[in-house]
């Protein structure tokens, strides 16, 4: 299996601040990443699909970039509405799509 | 606009059969893959495995011996079948849309584990 791994597993951040979540794979990918967002109680909702297309209805301040191995979300000015849990995906290998750990963002 | 709806008991006996469907509508059944995904309390996502309306499935090699999905396009419906579950497989389910990503879910059922 492919294995995903996102760092840091938790940040404290204020808002406005500029937030930068990663996600690595353990082997190439290309560009098949998937980011979702999700609140406490709430299904997972998807922010970016392909690396780096905003699925549609997200904001302009999420951003994906990324092809390979290494990963990024980008939260240019982070809004109240922002905190919250963060996963990417893998979609590489469909016989064994695979999630990474997660990244909890917390006000500070 | 595309909705899912999970149901199915809420409660499972340890060594029973935990099953669940998923009812979808705003989109037929017919025009993408349909997944499962669980998440344990406190903890990350863990995809099960998903199916086309045609039957073909392809399930989480770490649960494959104990997970059957299956599709009645009847209903506009697929279902889960987890065998022989015990405490760890307590957890929400959720039910999905897979294109390569998964954009439409479904709200989530909590299925506790438990005599």
């Known amino acids: 299996d492919i294995q995903m791994t996102q760092s840091p597993s938790s940040l404290s951040a204020s808002v406005g601040d500029r937030v930068t979540i990663t996600c690595r794979a353990s082997q190439s990918i290309s560009t098949y990443l998937n980011w979702y967002q999700q609140k406490p109680g709430k299904a997972p909702k998807l922010l970016i699909y392909?690396?780096?297309s905003l699925q549609s209805g997200v904001p302009s301040r999420f951003r994906g970039s990324g092809s390979g191995t290494d990963f990024t979300l980008t939260i240019s000015s982070l809004q109240p509405e922002d905190f919250a849990t963060y996963y990417c995906?893998?979609?590489?290998?469909?016989?064994?799509?695979?999630f990474g750990g997660g990244t909890k963002v917390e006000m500070k | 606009q595309v909705q899912l709806q999970e149901s199915g008991p809420g409660l499972v006996k340890p060594s029973e059969t935990l099953s669940l469907t998923c009812t979808v509508s705003g989109d037929s059944i017919k025009n993408f893959y349909w997944s499962w995904i669980r998440q344990p309390p406190g903890k990350g996502l863990e995809w099960i495995g998903y199916?086309?309306?045609?039957?073909?499935?392809n399930y989480n090699p770490s649960l494959k011996s104990r997970v059957t999905i299956s599709v009645d396009t009847s209903k506009n419906q697929f279902s889960l079948k987890l065998s022989s579950v015990t405490a760890a497989d307590t957890a929400v389910y959720y039910c999905?849309?897979?294109?390569?990503?998964?954009?439409?879910w479904g709200q989530g059922t909590l299925v506790t584990v438990s005599s």
């Open positions: 199916i086309y309306y045609s039957g073909s499935t």
């Open positions: 999905a849309r897979r294109r390569d990503d998964f954009d439409y």
């Open positions: 995906q893998q979609s590489y290998s469909t016989l064994a799509l695979t």
């Open positions: 392909a690396a780096s």
